[in-house]
Every structure is written in structure tokens, then in C-alpha cells.
């Protein structure tokens, strides 16, 4: 996607400029500028933008440092077209997601942010953004709860995201799961779920058949 370039390049013009990261928030109000020129036309662009955000403080404490005359933070290589490195990371998907954090913070800390071509920008814990929303939605107001674990978490957006493709004839039956941490993030491996529906019901009717005999 264009403008998915257009950020990467941003992000990181931004951090050779200051030698830091741009927060997530700030990636967000970017984000919405660049989409802005679709408001009022017949394209519109809705996602989430995630990531998490290491204490400002030291930044602000290394730009001092250097104005003294100290040593200049280093800048590690990026490794992605987005960003990762050991302050801060961000990850951007354009097809229908569901995205979670356990917390937020108004200066660190996970960071989910909804925006939209008509100018939303909505930062929030929850996020179902697409046509098969109120199927996900419907499977995480039933199974969502703060003390979930990874692996609890990454098989209830799984499930929400399945139900979804399902039920919703416009989403498609990929499912792609980021996992996002202080450390940076990861995606786990692409799952086409089209025959998953019915592998189910095929082995929902042989425990029934079982039970029955």
C-alpha cells in the first residue's frame, strides 16, 4: 500500500532527525494526515495502529546528553518496513483485524489506536476494525477477560477473527496474528482457515453420533 510506504519512510526520516523513535500516538496523527485526502471520496481506509512505547524520559535525557557534548545515542539498523528496535516498535495491518492490550499508559506502554479516512483517531484496549466486526466482536465480548494468557489471548483473537471470515462474505479466510511486546513483536505463521467450519462440524457430529450410541 502506498500510504503503509509513505508512513514506513516517515517513521524513519523522523528517527534519523531526532534520534528517536516517533511515539505511537504521534505515528497515529501522521497516519490520519496521510489518509485525509480520502475523506468525502468513494475509498475509505479504516485500521488499527499498534505498538509500544518505552519512557520518553530517556529520551528527552539522551538529547540533553548530547547537546552537553556527550555521546550520541546510537541508532540501530531498522529490520522491517515498519519499525523495531530497543525503544519503541509499531506494526500496521490493512486487512480486517482484531487487536487487544492489557493496559494503557499515557506516556509508555502498549498503544491501540483506531483510524479512519473521515478523520477518527480513537485510542482505546479493544478494536474490531472491518465488514466481519460484529461477528469478532460477538466472540470477544463473550471471551475476553484482563488476565488472559499469551497463549489464551492468541486463541481468542484467532477464534474471533475465524468466526468473522466466516460469517462475513467480504473478509477474506487468512488469518495473520501479530503479537506485540516491550521487546518488540512477531507474527506468527499465516493460517488459511476456509475448511475450518466444517472440520468442526464434521467432529461435533462424530462426538454426537458417539454419545448417541
Known amino acids: 500500500m502506498l500510504w503503509e510506504r509513505i508512513l514506513a519512510r516517515e517513521i524513519r526520516l523522523y528517527q534519523l532527525r531526532y534520534r528517536r523513535c516517533l511515539s505511537i500516538s504521534g505515528s497515529a496523527k501522521l497516519l490520519s494526515f496521510l489518509l485525509h485526502p480520502f475523506k468525502g471520496t468513494d475509498v475509505c481506509v479504516a485500521l488499527t495502529l499498534c505498538g509500544w512505547d518505552k519512557e520518553v524520559a530517556n529520551n528527552d535525557q539522551a538529547e540533553r546528553s548530547e547537546d552537553s557534548g556527550g555521546s550520541t545515542a546510537a541508532l ?73 494468557s499469551k497463549e489464551e489471548a492468541i486463541s481468542l483473537a484467532r477464534e474471533a477473527i475465524f468466526r468473522a471470515t466466516h460469517r462475513d462474505a467480504y473478509s477474506g479466510n487468512n488469518v495473520d496474528l501479530f503479537l506485540i511486546t516491550a521487546r518488540g513483536w512477531t507474527r506468527r505463521e499465516r493460517e488459511n482457515l476456509k475448511e475450518e467450519y466444517y472440520r468442526e462440524m464434521e467432529k461435533r457430529a462424530r462426538c454426537w453420533r458417539i454419545e448417541k450410541e
Do not use: E
Not at 523495531?84 to 499515557?106: E, I, P
Not at 509508555?108 to 480513537?122: A, E, H, W
Open 76 to 148: 540501530k539498523q531498522m529490520t522491517t518496513s515498519f519499525m523495531k528496535d530497543d525503544r519503541c516498535s509499531a506494526a500496521v495491518s490493512n486487512q480486517h483485524a482484531t487487536t487487544m492490550t492489557q493496559y494503557t499508559s499515557s506516556n509508555s506502554g502498549p498503544k491501540l489506536i483506531y483510524v479512519c479516512s473521515d478523520g477518527t483517531r480513537l485510542q482505546g484496549d479493544l478494536f474490531s476494525v472491518g465488514s466481519g466486526s460484529p461477528y469478532a466482536y460477538g466472540v470477544l465480548d463473550g471471551g475476553l477477560k484482563w488476565s488472559l
